[in-house]
């Protein structure tokens, strides 16, 4: 949705001028043209940025921020994808030895995290993830 909001408006734009300056007036473009043109497509990155999105997730990525194993065999890996509309969504995957894998939904408005803290509790059979802003979500397996 933000390559809509920041990226489609430029590349209108852009085409419009390059229209405008090459088959109607058949005149290239004076330096302070080129350095408008440059200014806003820098603006068209600098903007996702400032709404807390990061650029290269605009191809849709799913980053891993914590993994951890269990000794009993359970894996836990904790994603994040922007999700094109509302910012960022994370989910924690567990893995059990048989091999199935449960889904627990963690957030679906979190903002971006590089890494997240993930504790196990093998006793009770618990998994804590701590999401941006100290929110502590809990999950048994």
């Given at each position: 949705m933000l390559e809509?909001?920041?990226?489609?408006?430029?590349?209108a734009f852009l085409a419009g001028a390059l229209?405008?300056?090459?088959?109607?007036?058949?005149?290239?473009?004076?330096?302070?043209?080129w350095a408008i043109i440059v200014a806003?497509?820098?603006?068209?990155?600098?903007?996702?940025?400032?709404?807390?999105v990061w650029i290269p997730d605009f191809v849709g990525t799913t980053r891993t921020l914590a993994s951890a194993t269990s000794s009993s065999g359970y894996s836990f890996r904790v994603t994040q994808?922007?999700?094109?509309?509302?910012?960022?969504?994370?989910?924690?995957?567990?893995?059990?030895p048989d091999g199935s894998v449960s889904n627990p939904y963690l957030d679906g408005d979190d903002s971006k995290s590089w890494s997240?803290?993930?504790?196990?509790?093998?006793?009770?059979?618990?998994?804590?993830?701590?999401?941006?802003?100290?929110?502590?979500?809990t999950f048994q397996w």
């Amino acid at each position: 949705m933000l390559e809509l909001i920041f990226l489609s408006p430029l590349l209108a734009f852009l085409a419009g001028a390059l229209i405008a300056r090459f088959a109607v007036r058949r005149r290239p473009f004076a330096a302070h043209d080129w350095a408008i043109i440059v200014a806003l497509a820098v603006s068209a990155f600098i903007l996702p940025l400032a709404a807390g999105v990061w650029i290269p997730d605009f191809v849709g990525t799913t980053r891993t921020l914590a993994s951890a194993t269990s000794s009993s065999g359970y894996s836990f890996r904790v994603t994040q994808v922007w999700n094109y509309c509302d910012f960022y969504t994370s989910s924690l995957y567990i893995t059990a030895p048989d091999g199935s894998v449960s889904n627990p939904y963690l957030d679906g408005d979190d903002s971006k995290s590089w890494s997240v803290p993930i504790a196990i509790d093998e006793q009770n059979r618990v998994a804590t993830v701590t999401l941006s802003g100290g929110r502590a979500k809990t999950f048994q397996w």
